[in-house]
């Protein structure tokens, strides 16, 4: 393989807000449906060999759109399916927060076992198999891969020779690309390129803090 395409699919209704995991029938929001739409526009120019794609809905519709402006098919790859949450599957990030385990994902993910799911390190291990069996079957071509944020940012700790307890380190948006190209050793190419500045800006909540602390600030006595 030249070089390996990473897309993390485009939002659901649950995205941000509840860890979807392995959930059945989460299908992309309508603004999903729009990222998606600009992740293949943005992908214009690039030439693709192949596409392979997480089981998952939320990833399949996501390649679908891709596929349909390249002209090719989707490969299913098991393997890039989202981690395993078990018992935490479809709850709230903002519950999680308050479980012991929670710290643990944040500061040493390496060690982390969801209860009757996998562990942090058992999902890398499985991607990054999946992303060699890949490397081999397509020699000298560009193969792009539609996974999920925590299987991409444990790919790219990989490919960079960092452990996986900096995992939290990396940042992967919904529609991003990320890109690793391969040589002697591999390169990061992009890392969470979503086509334009507006990831940098501060969250809605943020910015509706802002004006109203100026707006205060601004106040005569």
Excluded at 51 to 68: D, I
Aim: charge should be neutral.
């Amino acid at each position: 393989m030249r070089l390996l395409l990473l897309l993390r699919h485009a939002v659901t209704e649950h995205t941000g807000a509840r860890l979807s995991g392995w959930m059945p029938g989460l299908h992309l929001s309508e603004e999903g449906r729009r990222q998606a739409e600009g992740l293949a526009g943005r992908l214009g120019p690039v030439a693709v060999d192949a596409l392979y794609a997480s089981p998952l809905e939320r990833c399949q519709e996501t390649a679908a759109v891709v596929a349909g402006a390249k002209g090719l098919k989707i490969e299913t790859l098991e393997d890039v399916g989202e981690v395993r949450y078990g018992d935490w599957t479809g709850r709230t990030l903002k519950e999680l927060a308050r479980e012991p385990l929670w710290k643990v994902v944040q500061a040493t993910p390496s060690a982390a076992r969801f209860p009757d799911g996998e562990s942090l390190f058992e999902m890398q291990a499985r991607a990054v198999l999946a992303i060699e069996r890949l490397r081999e079957a397509h020699p000298e071509q560009t193969v792009a891969v539609c996974s999920h944020a925590d299987v991409i940012k444990a790919l790219v700790c990989h490919y960079l020779g960092m452990h996986l307890d900096l995992v939290q380190r990396v940042v992967v948006s919904p529609a991003s690309v990320t890109a690793i190209a391969f040589g002697p050793v591999p390169y990061l190419v992009r890392l969470n390129d979503v086509g334009g500045n507006g990831d940098l800006a501060p969250p809605k909540k943020a910015r509706r803090r802002r004006r109203k602390e100026k707006e205060v600030d601004g106040a005569e006595p």
